[in-house]
């Protein structure tokens, strides 16, 4: 390789994250809202561009940090987008990423140096995002339809302590159907991923429903 040929310089590398949760039986994505250009004023995916004296991991988890105070974030890669037009700027390589946690665990910064805004967005509510954000966006949900079958996936989801209406209704929300929810029960019991905590989530007006956990080092298994 020519260090020197003009081909190489003034190319970059984006990490672009879709970060979804579960908040009143629907799934979510969170956006950030742009204070610089190009693109101010737009939502977008958190995301920033890579440093030279990082990996990609190290900046992507800085990244994530500097834009929603979420640390110790599991990311998994799925795609790359290399359009030569995707930042206005200059030749910026985007990488992306899917991550999926529970809400209630994080409390996300609203306001930072490059953003005025994050919150979580219903996924049919997505508006028009910044750079090429809306496709990244798109494919991130397939992936994530995809992926949710493994227990890592849906352990994020989760409380540790869940029962198995909390447990469909992750399922669903993502895939956006609907399950009896006697047959759903009967075979994720049936799988033997779950451990019987012995105790009982008291519902108010409702019929008290067992509590569970998944057991440690189990296999993915299909649970729909």
């Not at 974030?73 to 799925?78: G, L, P, R, S």
């Not at 949900?141 to 890592?152: A, G, H, M, R, S």
Request: aromatic share 10%.
């Amino acid at each position: 390789m020519e260090c020197t040929n003009p081909l190489y310089k003034n190319q970059g590398i984006h990490t672009v994250n879709a970060i979804f949760t579960i908040e009143d039986a629907k799934l979510k994505v969170l956006l950030i809202k742009r204070s610089n250009e190009p693109f101010k004023d737009m939502w977008a995916l958190v995301s920033g561009a890579i440093y030279n004296n990082e990996t990609f991991e190290d900046g992507t988890s800085r990244e994530i940090y500097e834009k929603t105070g979420l640390q110790n974030i599991k990311t998994k890669k799925f795609e790359v987008y290399s359009n030569l037009d995707r930042s206005p700027d200059m030749r910026m390589l985007g990488i992306a990423n899917i991550c999926v946690i529970n809400c209630e665990k994080v409390n996300i910064i609203k306001q930072t140096r490059n953003t005025y805004d994050a919150n979580w967005f219903d996924i049919i509510d997505v508006p028009t995002l910044a750079f090429d954000h809306s496709k990244i966006f798109i494919d991130a949900v397939n992936y994530l339809k995809e992926q949710i079958y493994k227990n890592d996936m849906v352990r994020a989801l989760l409380p540790n302590e869940f029962t198995i209406p909390m447990l469909q209704c992750v399922y669903e929300a993502v895939l956006n159907t609907t399950y009896d929810r006697r047959n759903f029960s009967k075979k994720v019991l049936g799988l033997d991923l779950l451990k019987d905590l012995k105790k009982q989530e008291e519902l108010a007006g409702k019929k008290p429903a067992k509590l569970y956990a998944f057991k440690a080092n189990i296999n993915d298994k299909k649970i729909i």
